[in-house]
Structures are given as structure tokens and as C-alpha cells.
């Protein structure tokens, strides 16, 4: 799991990330270039529940993404919980395998995002 801060007031030009609001639901999608499997696109969708965002289950491969959205200045902080999640592993193999991706992956977006905007990682 990955925290990080987001200031939508400052835009999302540059960044691998599509954000829409649908009423209470936050949705959006992280596209990532991974050395193991190329570009990935993860979907993820959360729930606005007053200040908190909750994540909603989609099938894996895909984003779980909490967290809480706060006021600042004329936009929204959202400080996030972001989680990759994976089909369940049967073997030993495949836990491994998968160990190995989210590690690829949390590395990979925390570099891409913290080099194309003021994010706290």
C-alpha cells in the first residue's frame, strides 16, 4: 500500500491518471508502463462518504484506492491509500510473481508521479 497526497488545484497535466466524479463515486484509471507487462491500465473506484473515500471492489487487475478529500483553496486535496490488487495466487510461483509486480509497481509509480508533479509520496 502507497500513500500520497494529490492537489487537484494544481491539475493533472503530466500525470498517468484519469479522474472523474460520478455523483458520490470517484473513478478513475492509472495507466503504468511495467518492464514485466508492458502498459497497464488499472481501474480503480472509491465511494465519497462525507470527508472519507472507500474503496469499491473491482476484479483484479485493478486499484483498491482509499483515503480522505479535503478543502484547499479554490480546489481538493485528496491524501490517498493506494493499493494494487491482484488475482489470488495458487502456488508458490505465483505469490512470488506477485510480490515482484506490486513491488515493480508501487517503485515504478511512485517514481512517475513524484517527477511530473508536486506530490507528496
Do not use: C, Y
Not at 491518471?17 to 480503480?44: C, D, H, M, T, Y
Request: charged share 25%; aromatic share 4%; net charge neutral.
Amino acid at each position: 500500500m502507497k500513500a500520497l497526497e494529490l492537489d487537484l488545484g494544481k491539475g493533472l497535466e503530466g500525470l498517468p491518471l484519469e479522474l472523474s466524479w460520478e455523483g458520490p463515486l470517484l473513478k478513475g484509471i492509472l495507466r503504468q508502463a511495467n518492464p514485466v507487462l508492458g502498459e497497464v491500465a488499472l481501474p480503480f473506484q472509491s465511494r465519497l462518504e462525507g470527508s472519507r473515500l472507500t474503496p469499491i471492489p473491482l476484479p483484479p487487475p485493478a486499484l483498491a484506492v482509499g483515503g480522505e478529500v479535503l478543502p484547499k483553496g479554490e480546489g481538493l486535496l485528496l491524501r490517498l491509500e493506494v493499493d494494487l490488487l491482484l488475482p489470488e495466487a495458487r502456488t508458490w510461483g505465483e505469490r512470488a510473481f506477485f510480490r515482484l509486480l506490486k513491488a515493480i509497481f508501487l517503485h515504478t509509480l511512485e517514481r512517475a508521479l513524484s517527477q511530473k508533479t508536486p506530490l507528496g509520496l
